[in-house]
Every structure is written in C-alpha cells, then in structure tokens.
C-alpha cells in the first residue's frame, strides 16, 4: 500500500505560481509513475503531468510550456511547480501513484485557486 499527502494549494492571482508537494509512504519502492490530475467543477478529472522512476515526463497540453513535474526520490516526494498561472488552471489538483502491479493511488486533493 502506498499512502500520498498533497500540501502547497491556495489562491493566486492570474499569472502568478504555485508549487505542489506530493509526500508518499508505506510500499514505495513499488511506485513506477507518479503523477498529477486535476478536477474542476463539472469536469471529468484529467491528467496534467507525470513522471516515472526513470524520469520521463509527459504533460498535458494544455499545461505544457508553464507547468513542471520533478520527483525527489530521496524524499519521495513528487513536485509541480506551476508558473504563468490562468483562471481555468482552477481546480481540485489530486496526487496519483501507480505501482509496478498497476495498482492506483491517490492523494485526497488539494484546492488551486486563480483569479483574474
């Protein structure tokens, strides 16, 4: 079992930056990919970025280019660091894991907030 706590949302101004932590524990030698999703009201939850244990990355497009994912392993944390923040990045940012079984887990989310 993995278990994954989110810190760092909030409210920003447009165009302004936020950075996500992502702290795992318990199996985490287990963990492959970790990763970010997103959820805004009325909305289905959508991927923003990943990173596997090799250093991979892909990001959504919408995110590409403001957005980048970094994984500490030492710490075994995973990061986003959001830059040139817009209103409709507004949403439930939720902390993914996935072990090498496939297995899903999940962080219980964290509010990002950006006014125009």
């Known amino acids: 079992q993995v278990q994954l706590v989110e810190s760092g949302g909030g409210l920003v101004q447009a165009g302004g930056s936020l950075r996500l932590s992502c702290a795992a524990s318990g199996s985490i030698f287990s963990i492959n990919v970790m990763g970010w999703y997103r959820q805004a009201p009325g909305k289905q939850r959508e991927l923003v970025a990943a990173v596997t244990s090799g250093g991979s990355t892909n990001y959504a497009d919408s995110v590409k280019g403001r957005f980048t994912i970094f994984r500490e392993n030492a710490k075994n944390t995973v990061y986003l660091q959001m830059n040139s923040l817009k209103p409709e990045d507004t949403a439930v940012y939720y902390c993914?894991?996935?072990?090498?079984?496939?297995?899903?887990?999940w962080g219980q989310g964290t509010q990002v907030t950006v006014s125009s």
């Open positions: 993914n894991a996935e072990d090498y079984g496939e297995s899903d887990y």
